[in-house]
């Protein structure tokens, strides 16, 4: 059997036995080894937790962090809530659209970084928040961008 | 009331099990274990202390509705919602970062007072900040047998779903289905999580457990207003010159929250205070004259408003309130589980009405239209996303008529792109920009 499975035996030893708990950390897993969860991933998945497949995507497709379709090596999402939109937000966006040469919702042509907006990340007070690889920058202006963008095009 | 910084909750950070209990940390624990969970809820009902997560339920009330044993011969779950995700608060982000250990003691003293062995602490998938170091204090305090004691903590990771902060939702979640809210009754005191009778509490409400016990009940309640009893951390945000959290005794002046130089500062460039969004995007709407009131519950109820997950949002005078009708509108579009109907759909078309008046394209009876979606989407559900969704946007309307009017005498907006809400790209939006997958190609 692979890590993967063994590592999802292991979540699942957490919960109650017979209950679903570990399909989020297991999908969780799952995408951080496979960077996207295809339909062969998320069939492993399934296998691992021995429900069906469908069921699996019934998941991977109401949560918003998993990704249901190839991204990027690095993603970067900026929070366009109110509070960051106040501070600037859009212009942040745009400015990391001009760096990466792709819209909000693609990844750049050199298949590195995948850009997104995102709601609200709960940083309200610091922002512009904009997580990077899940981690958060915050108080992000515009010309603060073209740092983030060269260091993930250099790693 | 003097507007001053009061820590209980936030006193004495450190993430270091050493330094937590070199400051008396732990010390409520062996305290509450030492007496019966009857006796420890009473201290919380004495107390008064009401849930920090929005719905400012009577926390020791909550407590008392678990059945006993005997009752319903199950085992008990202590359910931690630390999905904080309302616009506006990141209050629970700053505990857990800055607390953790005191976050954790509450946990364990309500696990004994509602007798459950297991604890779960769902916490949204994006806080992986927070999450790293509550997972290294649980860490610690797991190698200690005299504190975590029989009991079993799960720290468990959301995926990114606003709707998973409602309480049986998260409950589902937790469960491994899709985040929907559950019909009540029954409620999750009955029957929560596994079907299983389940205490679901706020971050904030645990951590201020530990202070609670080592002050005493009745000097708890001597701290704060009427009804709003003790500390609340806020969040402050927005155009404030020092955005960040506050804890405070709720009836302070909201005024002062804004403009103290302790507190928010003001705001940046002297310019004018518009309007104030109190207790996270879902309440409703206070105007920039409207903020000499008591920050707490039975002041802003007078005024139809909420402190609810205590987000306060300062807009300034070049924000224009179609666009940010907008915004909010397409952030609970994009969050309606889609279960009911009069939210999943009542909310899109909000996003759509409210899009046709900013772009100057709607007529004075779309604008009633508005109003009208508005109405059939409150109290028609099974939890309160689409309803909030619907309040705050009716009291933009309600507070800033002409400013609706004028994107429709004027066909367009009258601020233009001057207003930092112009065009703000929402994932909802987003979207709908990824082109659909061809078939067949």
Request: glycine share 10%; net charge negative.
């Amino acid at each position: 059997m692979t890590a993967l499975y063994d590592a999802i035996q292991a979540e699942r030893a957490k919960y109650p036995e017979g209950s679903r708990s570990a399909v989020l950390p297991a999908l969780r897993l799952a995408q951080d080894e496979h960077g996207w969860l295809s339909p062969d991933v998320m069939r492993e998945v399934a296998d691992a937790l021995e429900v069906t497949p469908a069921f699996v995507a019934s998941i991977a497709t109401f949560y918003d962090q998993f990704n249901t379709e190839p991204v990027g090596e690095h993603l970067v999402e900026v929070c366009t809530n109110v509070s960051c939109a106040l501070y600037g937000a859009q212009q942040v966006l745009e400015s990391f659209e001009s760096d990466l040469d792709c819209h909000a919702g693609e990844t750049s042509a050199d298949g590195k970084v995948t850009l997104r907006t995102i709601e609200c990340l709960g940083g309200c007070g610091w922002g512009t928040i904009v997580a990077v690889d899940h981690r958060y920058h915050l108080y992000v202006k515009p010309e603060d961008t073209a740092a983030i963008v060269e260091e993930l095009r250099a790693g | 009331m003097p507007a001053e910084i009061k820590e209980l909750v936030l006193a004495d950070a450190t993430t270091s099990l050493a330094e937590y209990e070199a400051t008396g940390g732990y010390e409520q624990l062996a305290r509450a274990r030492a007496m019966t969970p009857a006796e420890v809820t009473d201290v919380l009902l004495e107390s008064q202390l009401r849930g920090r997560g929005g719905a400012f339920f009577a926390t020791g009330r909550k407590w008392s509705f678990v059945p006993s044993k005997e009752q319903i011969p199950k085992p008990h779950y202590l359910v931690v919602n630390a999905d904080e995700s309302e616009p506006g608060s990141f209050k629970d982000n700053e505990i857990l970062s800055r607390v953790p250990h005191r976050f954790l003691e509450g946990c364990l003293i309500t696990a004994h007072a509602v007798d459950s062995k297991g604890v779960f602490v769902y916490i949204r998938g994006e806080y992986s900040g927070p999450y790293e170091v509550l997972k290294a204090a649980l860490d610690e305090v797991m190698k200690r047998a005299d504190l975590i004691g029989d009991v079993d903590i799960v720290l468990h990771r959301g995926a990114g779903a606003y709707i998973c902060g409602e309480e049986t939702a998260l409950i589902e979640s937790l469960e491994g289905k899709r985040g929907q809210p559950r019909s009540k009754p029954p409620f999750p005191a009955i029957s929560g999580v596994y079907g299983s009778p389940t205490v679901v509490n706020n971050v904030e409400t645990m951590a201020t457990v530990p202070p609670i016990l080592a002050i005493g009940g009745e000097a708890y309640a001597k701290l704060g207003v009427e009804d709003s009893r003790g500390t609340r951390v806020v969040s402050v945000s927005g155009h404030v010159v020092n955005g960040g959290n506050y804890e405070i005794e709720p009836g302070i002046p909201l005024r002062d929250l804004i403009y103290a130089e302790h507190l928010g500062g003001g705001v940046p460039d002297g310019r004018r205070l518009k309007a104030v969004i109190p207790g996270g995007s879902s309440t409703v709407i206070l105007t920039g004259d409207e903020i000499d009131v008591g920050y707490d519950f039975d002041s802003l109820s007078k005024l139809h408003t909420a402190m609810g997950s205590a987000g306060v949002i300062c807009l300034d005078e070049r924000v224009c309130m179609v666009q940010l009708g907008v915004r909010v509108s397409e952030f609970y579009e994009h969050e309606s589980c889609g279960k009911c109907t009069p939210c999943r759909e009542g909310t899109r078309w909000m996003t759509a009405i409210l899009r046709r008046l900013e772009a100057g394209d709607a007529t004075r009876r779309e604008l009633d239209l508005l109003l009208d979606v508005c109405d059939r989407i409150n109290g028609k559900c099974l939890c309160p996303l689409g309803e909030t969704a619907a309040m705050a946007v009716a009291s933009y309307v309600a507070k800033f008529r002409e400013e609706f009017v004028a994107h429709i005498d004027q066909a367009g907006c009258p601020f233009g792109d001057s207003s930092p809400l112009d065009h703000v790209l929402a994932p909802v939006a987003m979207h709908a920009l990824v082109p659909a997958v061809e078939v067949g190609a």
